[in-house]
């Protein structure tokens, strides 16, 4: 019996499920993409194999993805399709808030927590809005990093006792724009990132007459942990030190402002995968609020900015895209931190402020993209030609004859070794294009053999080379959509998000496979996939048959819509948003239909004018029928073609 002779680290859940004879049952699904690990209790797989969304957990309705897919399409919206949970966004909230309440009751802190959601995270004005009125009974405000996100949140707030936190480097504009909400009776906190930004407000407060509020970012020494560390830490590019800390308070002495100083501010990076790391800091910002309390600035907040993760990969690990805290211990850590070091000055607690945008909205929305086909691996080359047999040839035939009898290693070595002298032989101009075309067909067909005899082993038996064939084995799926539009932080920081099938859960996954894009850009794929020890860089897949496969990206939420852009020109995909309604025959209906981005949209953000263009190929249609060169009847079809390929969107579409 074929054998390995070394043990492997992987992991024996999912690769059981993968590799085991017996049958598949949507439990296996469930084990195999890890969805109770990563779904938080928002996703699950139904007995008919379908992927469902339970916007409200277990307080609401269940939605199968699939049927909003098909619901979508029956209004003229194919895939790419971003689905947007609304109700989710509720629960996030809620959840956010109340996990700081608890805490703050449980602790008989005596400040109250009033958190802000930071636009930049997803400034959708539908998204925008479902969080203020969630939020509205827990004065749950708006965070804005630039002009255009002030005047928005200008706009949308209408709670005066909830905040509106102003970060980012400013211009007098921003600051007149802030003070103007002053007016209208809001919270504005303007947030000084740097020195010269407290002399600003301070000189323009006068002019206008207005009393400013102004908070200070601080520059911790207490750096982040994952991709986003470099948000902190002495060398970060916002923040202000001790020494600048104490400027501003001689400024505002000077200015008469003492009292304006009203918030301390801090964020040391986005998706903090460690809770360790965000209590050093909120001790080491609580020691900067009681000593400036102690100095006798009335300062009433404490804002601990972003952080709070995602556990994207559901291995509530350290990892980059996990967590190993949840909402509730963070919101504890954070009001017993605080607590804790103000008790120790003899300070009064703050009042709390958190900014977590991503912990907010990354559930609520699913990007499901549809697999077209798939690119056939080498070596599906015709097996029928008829040649002598060449010493190659023979070779690896007999490799294939005998890998039952020995280790799969040693034939998988030898197998290796033949591909290489080909190769090398081909080089010299030894291999003729059909003896190539025949070695590569028969090499596939023995490493296939030799994977299927490794998916019987027992897992723990499972070598290195194997996850390397597999690798080399693995289908590549075709997908309709755009990495650089619709995924921007897998391309650009190795992001990891949660694919899975949305339906066919109920159907053992025969394939490996790889997503790519349909960009012409060899990046455009999607490269690495969550696995339960660590990253995969295949997904077991279904094969693609006549009917649509979909995939569903799970967790988009958090700022890839507004990142992504229009590498190509693949514009915005389309969108929907679904509400639950018990008063539906679903239990739920589609609000907003937003499509997707036409031809005429993207090419008018490059400084193409549709009416010019058609104009010049107008010209260039009648210039040909002058020369013959094709009928007046087929030349007005053709530019009537052209127009009206200019307002379909810019994905593949199907008829
Ligand atoms: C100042 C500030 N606040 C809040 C956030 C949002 O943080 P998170 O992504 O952790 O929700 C960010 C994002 O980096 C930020 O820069």
Redesign the pocket.
């Known amino acids: 019996m074929a054998s390995f002779g070394r043990a492997s680290v992987r992991s024996k859940e999912r690769e059981a499920a993968e590799f085991s004879l017996e049958s598949w049952t949507v439990k296996d699904a469930k084990a195999m993409y890890l969805v109770d690990r990563w779904g938080g209790g928002y996703f699950e797989v139904n007995e008919n194999g379908d992927m469902t969304v339970l916007p409200l957990m277990g307080r609401g309705g269940k939605i199968v993805i699939r049927e909003v897919v098909e619901a979508a399409r029956a209004k003229g919206l194919a895939c790419p399709l971003l689905i947007r949970f609304q109700d989710m966004l509720h629960h996030r909230v809620r959840a956010l808030n109340e996990a700081f309440n608890a805490a703050i009751s449980r602790k008989r802190f005596k400040g109250v927590y009033r958190g802000v959601f930071?636009i930049?995270?997803n400034q959708l004005r539908e998204v925008v809005e479902e969080i203020v009125n969630a939020g509205r009974p827990f004065h749950y405000g708006l965070?804005v990093?630039s002009k255009p996100e002030l005047f928005a949140a200008l706009s949308l707030h209408t709670d005066n006792d909830s905040l509106i936190i102003c970060?980012g480097y400013k211009d007098d504009r921003y600051i007149r724009a802030a003070l103007l909400g002053r007016r209208l009776g809001k919270t504005v906190m303007l947030v000084a990132e740097k020195l010269s930004e407290v002399e600003k407000i301070v000189s323009i407060a006068k002019e206008v007459g207005i009393e400013p509020m102004i908070g200070v970012r601080l520059r911790l020494s207490s750096k982040g942990a994952g991709k986003?560390s470099e948000?902190s830490g002495s060398a970060a590019k916002f923040g202000l030190s001790t020494e600048e800390l104490l400027q501003v308070t001689a400024i505002l002495r000077e200015a008469g402002m003492e009292s304006a100083l009203r918030l301390l501010h801090f964020?040391i990076?986005?998706?903090v995968p460690d809770i360790l790391i965000i209590k050093r800091a909120i001790r080491e910002a609580t020691r900067y609020y009681a000593k400036l309390r102690k100095m006798g600035h009335p300062i009433e907040y404490l804002d601990v900015?972003?952080?709070?993760a995602i556990d994207y990969d559901g291995s509530r690990t350290t990892s980059h895209s996990s967590m190993n805290y949840s909402i509730r211990e963070y919101a504890r850590d954070i009001v017993y931190n605080v607590a804790d070091v103000c008790d120790e000055e003899n300070v009064p607690h703050p009042n709390l402020v958190s900014?977590?945008?991503?912990?907010v909205v990354a559930h609520h929305s699913v990007l499901v993209v549809e697999a077209l086909n798939t690119v056939e691996k080498p070596g599906k080359a015709p097996a029928n030609i008829a040649m002598e047999e060449h010493k190659l040839l023979r070779e690896l035939r007999e490799i294939g004859e005998m890998v039952e009898q020995r280790e799969l290693a040693e034939s998988w070595h030898d197998l290796v070794q033949i591909r290489e002298e080909s190769q090398k032989m081909f080089e010299l101009g030894l291999l003729d294009l059909q003896l190539k075309a025949r070695t590569e067909g028969l090499f596939w067909e023995v490493a296939e053999r030799i994977m299927r005899l490794a998916s019987q082993l027992n897992v723990n038996d499972l070598p290195e080379e194997m996850i390397e064939l597999r690798r080399e084995l693995a289908d590549q799926y075709i997908c309709n959509f755009s990495v650089f539009q619709s995924l921007l932080d897998h391309w650009a920081l190795q992001a990891m998000f949660p694919v899975v099938p949305i339906h066919r859960l109920d159907e053992r996954p025969t394939a490996r496979a790889r997503l790519a894009d349909i960009t012409c850009d060899s990046d455009g794929k999607i490269s690495k996939y969550i696995h339960q020890d660590d990253e995969d860089d295949t997904l077991p897949l279904h094969p693609v048959n006549s009917r649509p496969y979909y995939l569903g990206v799970f967790l988009t939420g958090?700022y890839q819509d507004i990142m992504g852009d229009l590498h190509n020109l693949f514009g915005r995909v389309n969108e929907v948003h679904v509400f639950l309604d018990p008063d539906e025959p679903c239990g739920y209906y589609l609000e907003v239909v937003i499509p997707g981005s036409s031809i005429s949209e993207v090419l008018g953000m490059v400084q193409y004018d549709t009416r010019e263009m058609v104009a010049r190929v107008k010209a260039q249609v009648d210039a040909a029928i002058k020369q013959d060169r094709i009928k007046p009847s087929d030349g007005m079809k053709l530019l009537e073609d052209y127009e009206k390929g200019l307002r379909d969107q810019t994905y593949l579409y199907n008829d």
């Open positions: 930071p930049k995270v965070e990093g970060n986003w948000s964020h990076g986005s998706q900015g972003g952080g709070l900014e977590s945008g991503r912990a958090a």
